[in-house]
Each structure stands twice: as structure tokens, then as C-alpha cells.
């Protein structure tokens, strides 16, 4: 078939392809345990649902402003003010259909082909995908010292004439580490000085844990949003259980919102009416459900760490935040992907290899699902790698027979 040369790069979302696997062996009754998932499970808030079913209730449900609804850009104002302590200004905010657009959008207004985009590794799966989209050049660091914690010298090891922006996504999707206070301050510092957009992704910036406050870029900037180089990306997706909702923003110098507002309105108009008044709902109702599903999580990860700490030979960091553990399996199995397939071919489990977050023989881990499924996904792991585990597992009603070694 011919498709263009990018399209030609562009890799499945890994993350997206085993939702769907997992859902067809569901179907099929296969008890699946699915440790790859990227959602909190519980109802959307209550106000976001009546919020949605008025407007639909009313039977009008028009295009709005490319760049939001009045409503929700004040939402997001206010949200801005207590989370990061600065007061913008509408112009300083654009609606999107879910943070991932919001990041897409804003590599769009800065990006020239071939220019580069530095992001720390491990990394989200779509970061390298949406650079190489736009014709740039995906630039992952590795941190050297073999931590999950980036320092400022990896990063401008790699700085060259043609890096434009740098990505932090903290706390992080897949390790769980949330960066430190010091290294935001130093990479605010030195994207200011050195004139790089830096897109702070902080989808997951409610979702921390041990009683830790999220960082703002903003407190580590003597600049006014709109003479600042940051971009601030956030939505409603993870911390409200609202992932099918597809609301996210970007918080950043009002000349370069008008041209995403002008390339976000070419490209899919203003989001859905009725998903941007259930963010409103969302984001204006009481919170008390993010505080809960904190606290769930954190109990969550607290098993996960017990059942992987127990586990001989299988080295993981301690998540600060989100709901996914990156764990070395790597004495095991050093490729990832084979031992991801292994594990859901004989005890149905998924997991996601860590070669798509950029570091082979790790797997993230979701701790987002219940408790009974992260004891028995990982009893079942284990299980399967544990030349000392017994020879027969049930599975509800299946004998497993160990037939490998
Ligand atoms: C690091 C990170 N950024 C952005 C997103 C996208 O969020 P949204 O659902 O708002 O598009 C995700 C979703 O998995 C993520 O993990």
C-alpha cells in the first residue's frame, strides 16, 4: 500500500494494542488479569455526568470555540491558580481532546522538521511517536547513574543547535518517580536561559503519594506566563476517572495558545460540547474522589511492592506517584517483549514491555486494577519465572501445568 514516509515509521501504541487484546480474550472468557492498563477504575464524578446529560438533555450541541468553552477555560484559571499559583488569563488556555492533544498541538506551533525534542527515558510511549509525526527527531536520555531520576547534565549533554523543546513528564509514566524539586528547578532555569520550550506534562500531578505536594514549574520562574518558556499540559483523564472523556489543556504564553487555538481549529474544531461541560462538572464538583482514588492507589502500590519486593531476582523503584511500577526483570528475561508475550500465553496476564517506554528488560506494571488482581497477576508471574514454584497452578477451576523450564 503507499502511505507517506512518516506514516511509514509510526508504531502501534503498544498500550492501546493490549487493551484490545486483553478485552478480546475477556470475550472469549480467558481469565485475564490485565496489569497493563492506563485507567483508574472507578465512575466518572457525578457532576460531570449531570454536567454532560443537561447539555444533551437540551438537545443543542453546537461547535464551540476552538479553544474551549468560557466555562471551562475558567475552570481551568482556577484550577491553575491553586495548583501552580498563578493567575492567567483565558488567552493563556486552550481545551484539548485529552492532554495527548494538548502535547501534539503544542509540538505542532513550535517544532520545524528535523528539529530535536529531549525527553527523559523511560518515556511515555507516545512522546517519540508524536515528535516523529511532525517530521522532528525524538531525543531520549537515559539517565546515566542507572536511576529513573534524570539529572540536568544528561539532558544538556544532548542539547544541540536544532533541540527546540524538552519534555517532563513527572510523576512519570511508566517508573512512578516523581522528579525532583531541584532538577524542575534547574531545567526551568535552563530552558529559560537557552530560549527551549519546556512542555511540563503533569497529567498525573494529583496522584501522588507519601503525602508529597506536586511541583510547579511556574513557583521556579521569575517570568510572567506570557514572556516564559513553559507549557504547562494537564486534563481531566486520570485524576477523575474520566479517560473516555477526552479533555485535557495546555496552560502557556498567550502568543503561542492563539496558534494552537488556530492549528486545533484546522485540525479537529473545539472538543465535544457535552465532554468540555462534563470537565467543567468535573473540575468545579466536590474532589473528593481524587483524594480517594489517591489513597486507593497508594494502597495499591503499597501491595504491588510487598508481592515484587518478595520476589527473588526482580529488582522495582518505588513509585511516588501515578499507578504504574516499571520493574527489572531483566534476570529473567532481558527481552521484554518475549517475556511479556510469555506471560500472557501461559497464565493470560498482560503487562506492557519495557522496551516500548525506551528500557528493554523491564515491565511496567498498573497497580490501578483491585487488589485481587494485583496478588494474583503477580502470583501468577511468578508462577510462571520461579524455577522453585510448585509444578501445578490453579487458575479458578484450569489446572496449569508447568510444561517449560
Ligand atoms: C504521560 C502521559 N501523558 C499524557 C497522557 C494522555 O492523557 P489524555 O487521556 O488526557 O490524553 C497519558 C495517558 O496515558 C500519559 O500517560
Given at each position: 500500500m503507499?502511505?507517506?514516509?512518516?506514516?511509514?515509521?509510526?508504531?502501534?501504541?503498544?498500550?492501546?494494542?493490549?487493551?484490545?487484546?486483553?478485552?478480546?480474550?475477556?470475550?472469549?472468557?480467558?481469565?485475564?488479569?490485565?496489569?497493563?492498563?492506563?485507567?483508574?477504575?472507578?465512575?466518572?464524578?457525578?457532576e460531570a455526568v449531570t454536567a454532560a446529560a443537561a447539555l444533551l438533555d437540551s438537545g443543542e450541541v453546537r461547535y464551540t470555540p476552538a479553544d474551549g468553552i468560557v466555562p471551562l477555560k475558567q475552570a481551568i484559571i482556577r484550577?491553575?491558580?491553586e495548583f501552580y499559583g498563578r493567575l492567567v488569563a483565558p488567552e493563556n488556555v486552550i481545551a484539548s481532546g485529552g492532554a495527548k492533544q494538548a502535547i501534539y498541538v503544542a509540538l505542532q506551533a513550535v517544532l520545524?522538521?528535523?528539529?530535536?525534542?529531549?525527553?527523559?527515558?523511560?518515556?511515555?510511549?507516545?512522546?517519540?511517536?508524536?515528535?516523529?509525526?511532525?517530521?522532528?527527531?525524538?531525543?531520549?536520555?537515559?539517565?546515566?547513574?542507572?536511576?529513573?531520576?534524570?539529572?540536568l547534565k544528561d539532558i544538556e549533554d544532548r542539547v544541540t543547535s536544532y533541540t527546540r523543546v524538552i519534555m517532563i513528564n513527572s510523576?512519570?509514566?511508566?517508573?512512578?518517580?516523581?522528579?525532583?524539586?531541584?532538577?524542575?528547578?534547574?531545567?526551568?532555569?535552563?530552558?529559560?536561559?537557552?530560549g527551549i520550550w519546556l512542555i511540563m506534562d503533569d497529567i498525573y500531578h494529583r496522584l501522588i503519594f507519601d503525602g508529597r505536594r506536586p511541583v510547579s514549574a511556574y513557583a521556579h520562574t521569575s517570568k510572567d506566563v506570557d514572556s516564559s518558556r513553559l507549557i504547562v499540559v494537564n486534563g481531566v483523564s486520570k485524576q477523575y476517572a474520566m479517560t473516555?472523556?477526552?479533555?485535557?489543556?495546555?496552560?502557556?504564553?498567550?502568543?503561542?495558545?492563539?496558534?494552537?487555538?488556530?492549528?486545533?481549529?484546522?485540525?479537529?474544531?473545539?472538543?465535544?460540547?457535552?465532554?468540555?461541560?462534563?470537565?467543567?462538572?468535573a473540575l468545579k464538583g466536590i474532589q473528593s474522589s481524587v483524594d480517594s482514588l489517591r489513597l486507593t492507589l497508594e494502597n495499591n502500590r503499597n501491595v504491588m511492592m510487598d508481592r515484587l519486593n518478595a520476589f527473588d531476582g526482580v529488582h522495582v523503584t518505588r513509585p511516588d506517584g501515578t499507578f504504574y511500577c516499571f520493574a527489572d526483570f531483566s534476570n529473567y528475561e532481558k527481552d521484554s517483549e518475549k517475556l511479556s508475550e510469555l506471560l500472557l500465553e501461559k497464565v493470560r496476564v498482560v503487562t506492557v514491555?519495557?522496551?516500548?517506554?525506551?528500557?528493554?528488560?523491564?515491565?511496567?506494571?498498573?497497580?490501578?486494577?483491585?487488589?485481587?488482581?494485583?496478588?494474583?497477576?503477580?502470583?501468577?508471574?511468578?508462577?510462571?519465572?520461579?524455577?522453585?514454584?510448585?509444578?501445578?497452578?490453579?487458575?479458578?477451576?484450569?489446572?496449569?501445568?508447568?510444561d517449560w523450564t
Amino acid at each position: 500500500m503507499s502511505i507517506s514516509q512518516i506514516a511509514r515509521t509510526i508504531r502501534t501504541s503498544a498500550t492501546l494494542r493490549l487493551n484490545e487484546t486483553a478485552a478480546v480474550l475477556r470475550q472469549k472468557g480467558e481469565p485475564v488479569i490485565h496489569l497493563g492498563g492506563g485507567e483508574p477504575k472507578g465512575r466518572a464524578p457525578i457532576e460531570a455526568v449531570t454536567a454532560a446529560a443537561a447539555l444533551l438533555d437540551s438537545g443543542e450541541v453546537r461547535y464551540t470555540p476552538a479553544d474551549g468553552i468560557v466555562p471551562l477555560k475558567q475552570a481551568i484559571i482556577r484550577y491553575t491558580e491553586e495548583f501552580y499559583g498563578r493567575l492567567v488569563a483565558p488567552e493563556n488556555v486552550i481545551a484539548s481532546g485529552g492532554a495527548k492533544q494538548a502535547i501534539y498541538v503544542a509540538l505542532q506551533a513550535v517544532l520545524n522538521p528535523q528539529e530535536e525534542v529531549i525527553f527523559p527515558a523511560p518515556y511515555w510511549v507516545s512522546y517519540p511517536e508524536m515528535v516523529k509525526l511532525l517530521g522532528g527527531v525524538p531525543v531520549p536520555v537515559l539517565p546515566e547513574d542507572g536511576t529513573f531520576h534524570p539529572r540536568l547534565k544528561d539532558i544538556e549533554d544532548r542539547v544541540t543547535s536544532y533541540t527546540r523543546v524538552i519534555m517532563i513528564n513527572s510523576p512519570n509514566n511508566p517508573t512512578g518517580v516523581m522528579y525532583s524539586e531541584e532538577f524542575i528547578h534547574e531545567i526551568v532555569d535552563f530552558c529559560e536561559r537557552r530560549g527551549i520550550w519546556l512542555i511540563m506534562d503533569d497529567i498525573y500531578h494529583r496522584l501522588i503519594f507519601d503525602g508529597r505536594r506536586p511541583v510547579s514549574a511556574y513557583a521556579h520562574t521569575s517570568k510572567d506566563v506570557d514572556s516564559s518558556r513553559l507549557i504547562v499540559v494537564n486534563g481531566v483523564s486520570k485524576q477523575y476517572a474520566m479517560t473516555g472523556f477526552r479533555i485535557g489543556w495546555a496552560v502557556g504564553p498567550k502568543e503561542l495558545i492563539r496558534v494552537m487555538r488556530d492549528i486545533q481549529g484546522h485540525q479537529t474544531s473545539g472538543p465535544s460540547a457535552l465532554l468540555q461541560w462534563a470537565a467543567v462538572g468535573a473540575l468545579k464538583g466536590i474532589q473528593s474522589s481524587v483524594d480517594s482514588l489517591r489513597l486507593t492507589l497508594e494502597n495499591n502500590r503499597n501491595v504491588m511492592m510487598d508481592r515484587l519486593n518478595a520476589f527473588d531476582g526482580v529488582h522495582v523503584t518505588r513509585p511516588d506517584g501515578t499507578f504504574y511500577c516499571f520493574a527489572d526483570f531483566s534476570n529473567y528475561e532481558k527481552d521484554s517483549e518475549k517475556l511479556s508475550e510469555l506471560l500472557l500465553e501461559k497464565v493470560r496476564v498482560v503487562t506492557v514491555p519495557g522496551k516500548e517506554f525506551g528500557l528493554d528488560g523491564h515491565l511496567r506494571l498498573s497497580y490501578c486494577g483491585s487488589i485481587k488482581e494485583i496478588t494474583e497477576g503477580i502470583e501468577r508471574i511468578k508462577w510462571v519465572l520461579d524455577p522453585n514454584a510448585p509444578n501445578e497452578l490453579y487458575i479458578g477451576e484450569r489446572k496449569l501445568v508447568r510444561d517449560w523450564t
